[in-house]
Every structure is written in C-alpha cells, then in structure tokens.
C-alpha cells in the first residue's frame, strides 16, 4: 500500500470512529426513561395495600407491585425503600427486598408513605408511589391521657 492511500483509509477509519462516537453520545439520555431489566418494558412500583386515604391500625403491613422481581442489592436486582410524612425520598426510610413490608413505627394520625424504586446501587431508578392513610391506635384499645394524678400503668394502684 502506497502512503498517500495508506493515509486516506487511517482518515477514513478515524471519520467512520468519530461518526460511531457521535452517534453513542447522541442518543445517550434519549433512551426509554426506565427500562426494565429485560430492556423491554417501563419500569413500574405501586403500593397495591393498604388504599390511599384509609385508616390502619399498627402494625401493619405494606404491600407493593413491581414489574420487575425485587430482591437484595447483593442480588443485583432492584429494591424499594418506604419513606414517611414526606414527598419526596429524602432522610430515613426502610429497605424493602420483596413485595411487602411489616410497619411498625408510625405513630396515631395521619401520615404518607412514599415508595421509592432503587437500583441494586440504592440509586434512584424512577418509579415512585405515594399514599396518605391514617394510623388508629392499637385494637381495642381506647387512648388514654395522664392528667399526672395516676401512673402510667392504670392497673399499678
């Protein structure tokens, strides 16, 4: 091969490089917003129980709906994590490894959860869920006031 062609296919294969970059770039960030982990479907998380707007009493348990299968992050799959009284997913929440969730720590009044979808990295993968319930308190169980005159336990007499 001569040297003025030898430089014109190094030209050509550096332009046909450059095009294939451009080309990457571009569509980056142009994909399906979520796809799922079998590339062919939007990612999707609801809370199928409890309802929005209902009243629970505590413990109870929080059941969710994934279009992909949930599981710990060592297992490479996505997660949830449960964030309460906000909108958004900011501070503490409770990991969630499977399709439901035992809660326990919500106080008597109203209160949000807010279900957030994560990558096995606890990066945000998009899909969130967000109900309003209110807690009652414990079944059968009439809420008590300590005016100071008895003590805590009514039956310590």
Do not use: W
């Not at 040297?3 to 399906?32: D, F, H, K, M, P």
């Not at 996505?78 to 929440?93: A, F, I, N």
């Not at 409770?94 to 990295?121: C, E, F, K, M």
Request: proline share 8%.
């Amino acid at each position: 091969m001569k040297i003025a062609e030898s430089g014109r296919v190094g030209a050509l294969l550096l332009l046909v490089g450059v095009g294939l970059l451009a080309a990457a770039c571009a569509s980056y960030g142009n994909a399906a917003p979520n796809p799922s982990a079998a590339g062919s479907e939007s990612l999707r998380l609801t809370i199928a129980a409890p309802s929005d707007n209902v009243q629970v009493t505590s413990p109870f348990e929080v059941q969710l709906d994934s279009s992909v299968p949930l599981g710990p992050p060592e297992s490479g799959q996505h997660h949830v994590h449960l964030y309460y009284d906000t909108p958004t997913p900011t501070g503490d929440y409770d990991l969630v490894y499977g399709n439901q969730a035992q809660v326990t720590a919500l106080t008597p009044g109203t209160h949000t959860i807010l279900a957030s979808l994560r990558n096995a990295n606890h990066s945000d993968a998009g899909p969130r869920a967000l109900i309003t319930l209110t807690v009652g308190g414990a079944a059968g169980v009439a809420a008590q006031t300590n005016g100071g005159n008895m003590p805590e336990d009514p039956y310590a007499y």
